[in-house]
Every structure is written in structure tokens, then in C-alpha cells.
């Protein structure tokens, strides 16, 4: 419901076109007006059973300066598997640029026992070409999966390096611990990264799903 006028104090104020799209009950929270930029969807991949690898390799170019990766209950096949992530700058030939991260995480039991939090060393690389982990050591029961998102900065740019965040949710341990995942880095390339891949560090993909947006 739009409102034309909002009242404080017995003073009338009729709100600006961003402030009514703000208070629109029917808003779907991607109004450039409101936010300054809106998200554009480019494609879902739907993970089908004994997939080895997701590799994404169209969409990603000069049209936008920030792509965002968003995954949803994806599931395995293996216990104690990391989910990782890769990218390439010959379109999904290889998927081995050189890449320095940082990788941090908060964690709690089902138990209410031994919450943590601190950096994971292990989890780093410092100019490493293999892939980067987002969420490690999860779980393949059936109620388990990954959940998160990567944001990839300018790809496309060929005189800067290349930078991601990422957040990922997950499970691990029994009784069940929940992880939550950040890391963050740069590809050390200045040719235009044009193509990722997601896949686990052993055993395969069996469901969830992949998106994938522009930032306009």
C-alpha cells in the first residue's frame, strides 16, 4: 500500500518517490530507487545427482562491475568434505589463477559446547592456484547442506587484481556444529576472470542450487 502522506506530530510530510518505494508494502526490495543499484538475475544452476563440479561459464563479463553468487542448501555426497570455489580466465579451460585469502569462522554445537571463533590458517592461501575453500568439513546427512553467497568484484577489469568475499553457512561435527564461514582475497591477475567453478574437495554435488546476479 503506498502512502502519500506520513504524519509526525500533527505535521504533514509527503514522502519523496525513493521514501514511498520504502514504505511500499509491495516492494520486493530491488527498486533501484531505494537502494541506489538492483540485482539482475542471469541464470540458476539446479545440481542434479553425482555432479563432480558446477561450472559457470557465461554471464560473467564486461556488463556489470560486480557479480553475486548465491547458493542454496547445496548437498553432498561425502562427510568431512570442503566446498570450493575456483576461477578461470580462459572460460572455463583451466581454473588455476594464483590467489591470496583469508578465511575466519564463528562455531557453535547443538550441544551448547565449545563455542569458538578465530582465524583458520589452513584454510588461507598465500598465491595458491588450487581452490579456495568457502565452507569446510561439512556434513553429507540428509538434513545437512551449504548455504551462502561470493560476491566477485570487476571482473572483467584488466588492470586490477581481481577481489571476492564470501559467507557460507553450514554443519559439521556430531552432535551437528554450526559454522559460520567468511573468507576473502584476490585473484592476482589482471586478465579478465570470465568463468568460476564449485566443487568439493572429494565426493560429488547431489542437489541445491546456484544463482547468479549482476549489480547493476
Do not use: C, W
Amino acid at each position: 500500500m503506498a502512502l502519500n502522506k506520513l504524519k509526525f506530530n500533527s505535521v504533514n510530510v509527503t514522502p519523496t518517490a525513493s521514501e514511498a518505494i520504502r514504505f511500499n508494502s509491495s516492494a520486493n526490495g530491488l527498486e533501484t530507487a531505494s537502494g541506489g543499484g538492483s540485482l539482475v538475475k542471469i541464470s540458476t544452476t539446479t545440481i542434479s545427482a553425482d555432479t563432480s563440479a558446477v561450472s559457470i561459464t557465461s554471464g560473467i563479463n564486461s556488463t556489470y562491475k560486480e557479480y553475486i553468487f548465491f547458493f542454496n542448501n547445496v548437498h553432498h555426497d561425502s562427510t568431512g568434505a570442503d566446498f570450493l570455489f575456483n576461477m578461470s580466465v580462459d572460460s572455463g579451460s583451466n581454473y588455476n589463477v594464483a590467489k591470496t585469502t583469508t578465511y575466519f569462522k564463528a562455531s557453535h554445537s547443538e550441544g551448547d559446547q565449545s563455542p569458538d571463533f578465530g582465524y583458520v590458517t589452513s584454510r588461507d592461501l598465500a598465491q595458491g592456484t588450487g581452490g579456495q575453500i568457502v565452507s569446510s568439513s561439512t556434513r553429507a546427512d540428509n538434513d545437512s547442506g551449504i548455504s551462502g553467497f561470493i560476491h566477485l568484484f570487476d571482473p572483467s577489469n584488466t588492470t586490477f587484481v581481481k577481489h571476492f568475499i564470501a559467507r557460507f553457512s553450514d554443519m559439521t561435527g556430531d552432535p551437528g556444529i554450526a559454522n559460520d564461514n567468511f573468507s576473502a582475497g584476490h585473484a592476482n591477475t589482471t586478465s579478465a576472470i570470465n568463468a568460476v567453478r564449485f566443487n568439493m574437495s572429494s565426493g560429488n554435488l547431489d542437489s541445491g542450487s546456484i544463482s547468479l546476479y549482476g549489480v547493476s
